[in-house]
């Protein structure tokens, strides 16, 4: 699976969207970008997760640029529960077993202040 | 039901001790996973189980033994642990159709003493 390399951390004021991009400059054809959150001490929660087309749902918007070398996830109106660590993932087509491992990265830790 | 159970939610256990932790989940989903979260770090994956069988062992010493007895459940037994095991373990599961997403559960926080 291609590595990906993120900010360490970000502030964001409530109310405002929350950016936060990722770069996954060797990554191959068939990976997908997966975005997951991680609020302290729980365990991580999907968000999600694109192939090249930029994607959107309830929780957020992720854009990928054209040559697929870099991602942004938006949280287009940032809370106060929003504040976690974001982990950006890269991996082959679905999560599942023998597909391979999904490694997480050291993530962003997003702060989001009022 | 989206959810992935873990129990106990706590564990405080000696070194000579043998405990286990117990992941379910009732989605169908046919990947199930062991992770292994310390402090401050992302997850590092442990195991991985593909329609019940182990199908990744991520070097994972032997003090650790994985188990999936049906496609719902998962379990890690722990044997002599040593206190850097310490950490936070979760479990998680995926479908077996494509570009599905993982669940996670809450995790299991152990202390060896």
């Known amino acids: 699976d291609a590595k990906t390399t993120q900010p360490p951390s970000m502030d964001c004021a409530e109310g405002r969207a929350a950016n936060l991009p990722c770069n996954h400059s060797?990554?191959?054809?068939?990976?997908?970008v997966y975005w997951y959150r991680q609020i302290h001490s729980q365990g991580p929660q999907y968000i999600i997760h694109g192939l090249k087309n930029n994607e959107t749902n309830e929780m957020a918007s992720l854009i990928i640029t054209e040559d697929r070398k870099s991602s942004t996830l938006i949280l287009p109106h940032a809370t106060l529960r929003d504040t976690a660590v974001y982990y950006c993932?890269?991996?082959?087509?679905?999560?599942?077993?023998?597909?391979?491992?999904?490694?997480f990265g050291d993530g962003t830790t997003l702060t989001v202040k009022p | 039901d989206t959810e992935v159970t873990q129990t106990p939610k706590h564990l405080v256990m000696g070194m000579t001790n043998k405990k286990s932790l117990k992941c379910e989940q009732h989605m169908g989903h046919r990947a199930m996973y062991w992770y292994k979260q310390k402090a401050k770090k992302p997850p590092e994956l442990m195991f991985v189980?593909?329609?019940?069988?182990?199908?990744i062992n991520e070097s994972v010493p032997s003090r650790f033994s994985p188990e999936c007895p049906n496609s719902s459940l998962l379990n890690l037994h722990l044997h002599a642990l040593q206190p850097e095991d310490s950490a936070l373990y979760l479990c998680a599961s995926s479908g077996p159709l494509k570009n599905t997403e993982a669940f996670f559960g809450q995790g299991t926080r152990l202390t060896v003493v």
């Open positions: 993932i890269v991996r082959v087509a679905f999560w599942g077993g023998n597909a391979g491992k999904s490694t």
């Open positions: 189980y593909s329609y019940e069988k182990l199908s």
């Open positions: 060797t990554i191959s054809g068939n990976e997908y």
